[in-house]
């Protein structure tokens, strides 16, 4: 295995001897020393006095928790000290803000994804996309596939910062005792096939029918028209969720569903969805609403949200079929 550090990786990611972009590796090393920063606050938790609610609300109208706060606050000062970032975007806060004008990068971030999990000491994290700044420090409104890098890092047993610039998904694990992020994944790949999905089950009264007869086949297991056993798993952490699947294949799911027709899902197309899709796309798997690739939709807002389908490509394939069927 390498053991090399997030810096030495930055100096060489594709092995040719040629840096990252400057301004690039500068910004992923910021970030980088954010997640060790919010890293440190989540271990800490009761004893740094930052679990429970902040008592305030976000633009999606969610409960925001006191990390949630200040993992935001921590990443939006980061992205103004890079002095590489235009403008930055985030899911706890109403609007882009303008950050350092001419700035080559427009920063979007879930500063602390899987809230609802922070007070019960399960796994959650940070999910980050890099967009090109074209067209000046508000141009935000970008299909996926634009983005020039995307990652999260994920706060459980272990911290592990998972990224793509779009050409493979790497991942380094921090080290305690020395707070670097070593190396421990090269060109990871998601196995193809699967035998495990995740979904919130609670919800199944309310899916479409081809999500319906998806599940309900893998939960006929063996006799059923798939002829294997399923096996579930729901962190209610995309983040922990996703990884998951990166790491061991598998199939990930929040669907539109009909508690709220007029809305097209739960999670978040521009700082949840997309850099997840490009990490999945970039390990070998695929990513789709149940009509489109998820990175070539076009957004209209920037909180946009949108329904959600990935992992392992050949899983992906039968869902899409049911989909297309329908
Ligand atoms: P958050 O960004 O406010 O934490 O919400 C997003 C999270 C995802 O991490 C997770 O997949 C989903 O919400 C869980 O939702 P539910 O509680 O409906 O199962
Ligand atoms: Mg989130």
């Not at 053991?3 to 090393?29: H, M, N, V, Y």
């Not at 910021?30 to 902040?54: E, K, M, N, P």
Request: net charge negative; glycine share 10%; proline share 6%.
């Amino acid at each position: 295995m390498t053991t090399r550090t997030l810096r030495e990786f930055l100096a060489d990611p594709a092995g040719d001897g040629k840096p990252a972009a400057r301004e690039l590796a500068t910004l992923i090393e910021a970030i980088s020393d954010s997640c060790r920063t919010i890293s440190y606050l989540v271990s800490r938790g009761a004893l740094a006095g930052v679990l429970g609610s902040a008592g305030t609300g976000n633009v999606q109208g969610e409960e925001q928790k006191q990390l949630d706060i200040l993992a935001n606050d921590e990443l939006m000062a980061m992205a103004k000290a890079s002095g590489v970032v235009a403008a930055a975007a985030s899911e706890e806060e109403d609007e882009a803000r303008p950050i350092t004008e001419g700035s080559p990068y427009l920063l979007l971030f879930d500063p602390l994804d899987g809230s609802s999990n922070i007070d019960v000491n399960v796994s959650i994290g940070t999910i980050f996309s890099v967009l090109p700044a074209r067209g000046g420090e508000h141009a935000f409104l970008q299909p996926g596939r634009n983005q020039v890098a995307a990652g999260y890092c994920v706060y459980g047993p272990q911290t592990t910062l998972v990224l793509t610039f779009g050409s493979g998904v790497v991942a380094f694990t921090m080290d305690p005792p020395t707070g670097q992020f070593v190396q421990t994944g090269t060109n990871i790949r998601i196995p193809e096939k699967t035998k495990e999905f995740a979904i919130n089950m609670s919800n199944m009264r309310h899916w479409a029918d081809p999500v319906r007869a998806y599940v309900d086949e893998c939960l006929a297991g063996d006799t059923g028209p798939r002829g294997k056993n399923f096996n579930m798993r729901w962190i209610a952490s995309m983040v922990a969720d996703v990884h998951r699947v990166l790491t061991r294949g598998g199939l990930f799911m929040y669907p539109w569903d009909k508690r709220e027709p007029g809305k097209p899902g739960k999670l978040r197309l521009m700082y949840e969805a997309n850099p997840m899709s490009l990490l999945v796309e970039q390990a070998g798997g695929k990513s789709f609403d149940g009509n489109h690739r998820i990175l070539d939709i076009q957004p209209t807002s920037l909180h946009q949200r949108v329904s959600v389908m990935l992992g392992s490509k050949e899983e992906v394939e039968v869902l899409e079929k049911k989909h297309s069927a329908s």
